[in-house]
């Protein structure tokens, strides 16, 4: 659990009590590509801790085009959280797009957990600020970057991206479509 | 100071002991329009919860353009929470658009507070949800719908927005500039009628 605990530690350290507790409501899955960690549609109950391998979350929009909202590396806290926040059926498909291996937390146990020991409560509300911080980005980046900033700035955060994943999903993350993705390439040889 | 009082009852039921502490946190301010809540690369030490008045979160780019990111009508809390969460100088600004009640609640101190007391901790995480809730409907609405259909959106959100804020504010919340925007209005309300 390495990665884990060391994501814990750098958020907010728990007392030996409460990382038992959580501990508890905690387990480790090994995936296979392809694997729906949440599916469009129904109400999910899980969230995952990334530790190894990629996954993506996407929808298919009205025009019919997919749409990667995210595309999740190690270390990345995974989960169609505003589902599970609204306890509503998802609107993303959440699938792991190569052999993963996830934490695997109930939403709901961890906010009982939550209500009862406040330092629980604290790494909630810290994992919460996380993708808080990053949705705000990624909405900053689509008002004020075009479609080659914003895949300069993918490179940048994910230098291999290009041979992590297929370009089909690249150009779905950056809203575009592949062949206009495969241009933007071309023009910055 | 009652519509707030109302919005936290309706989120979480607090313990008076919290009440007395979290109370001790608002300061009710007016605001002239206009009003520079924050300035871009200043670090953020306030949220706020409108009581009346209309406020927006901007970004301005290197080629002087300017974004609105948000816009954040009464009865809602506001802020540059990526800023007060980093402890970063800001990326973005917050001005009044319109003359503005607005409680103030430094955040560091909520913060302590949450961290002591549980229920508040609660009260604060169904914020952070219902936020982070908005942002996504926010990015879903940037990378999938064209600027009509984002207009239609925030319509749909703030039906009197034409007549509440600029249209070089509207425009820039959609992403456009103010004549694709009486452009993109020409275009509905012609083929509606």
């Known amino acids: 659990m390495n990665n884990f605990l060391s994501f814990i530690k750098r958020n907010h350290p728990l007392s030996t009590n409460s990382f038992k507790e959580l501990s508890d409501i905690l387990v480790v899955k090994n995936c ?74 109930d939403y709901l146990k961890l906010s009982q957990l939550s209500n009862k020991y406040i330092d629980i409560a604290i790494l909630n509300r810290k994992i919460l600020e996380l993708l808080f911080s990053v949705a705000v980005n990624r909405n900053i980046d689509f008002l004020t970057l075009n479609t080659t900033k914003r895949y300069l700035k993918l490179k940048k955060q994910i230098p291999d991206i290009d041979n992590l994943v297929s370009q089909k999903i690249i150009a779905s993350h950056l809203a575009t479509t592949t062949v206009q993705l495969s241009r933007i390439r071309r023009s910055l040889l | 100071m009652k519509d707030l009082i109302n919005h936290i009852n ?30 871009i690369g200043e670090k953020s030490k306030y949220f706020f919860f409108s009581l009346k008045g209309i406020v927006r979160s901007y970004k301005l780019c290197k080629d002087g353009k300017e974004f609105n990111s948000n816009i954040f009508t009464e009865k809602n809390y506001l802020g540059i929470f990526s800023s007060l969460i980093s402890k970063k100088p800001s990326e973005l600004g917050l001005e009044c658009l319109t003359e503005c009640e607005l409680v103030r609640i430094n955040y560091d101190h909520f913060v302590s507070l949450s961290d002591k007391h549980i229920d508040l901790n609660i009260l604060h995480r169904k914020n952070l949800r219902a936020f982070y809730v908005s942002l996504i409907m926010r990015e879903r609405e940037l990378a999938n719908l064209t600027s009509t259909d984002r207009y239609l959106a925030l319509k749909e959100r703030i039906p009197s927005i034409d007549n509440l804020i600029s249209q070089k504010h509207i425009a820039s919340h959609l992403g456009i500039t103010p004549v694709q925007l009486s452009r993109l209005k020409k275009d509905l309300y012609s083929s509606n009628s």
């Open chain 2, 10 to 39: 309706n989120t979480y039921q607090l313990s008076e002991t919290s009440w007395k502490e979290l109370i001790k946190l608002f300061k009710v301010k007016t605001y002239p329009s206009d009003y520079k809540l924050l300035e």
């Open chain 1, 32 to 105: 296979t590509a392809k694997t729906i960690l949440s599916e469009k549609g129904k109400i999910p109950q899980n969230f995952y801790f990334l530790k190894s391998g990629i996954a993506r979350a996407y929808l298919i929009n009205q025009k019919g085009n997919e749409y990667t909202r995210h595309i999740y590396f190690e270390g990345n806290i995974v989960g169609a959280f505003v589902a599970l926040i609204k306890n509503k059926a998802a609107l993303y498909t959440i699938e792991c797009l190569t052999d993963c291996k996830v934490i695997e937390c």
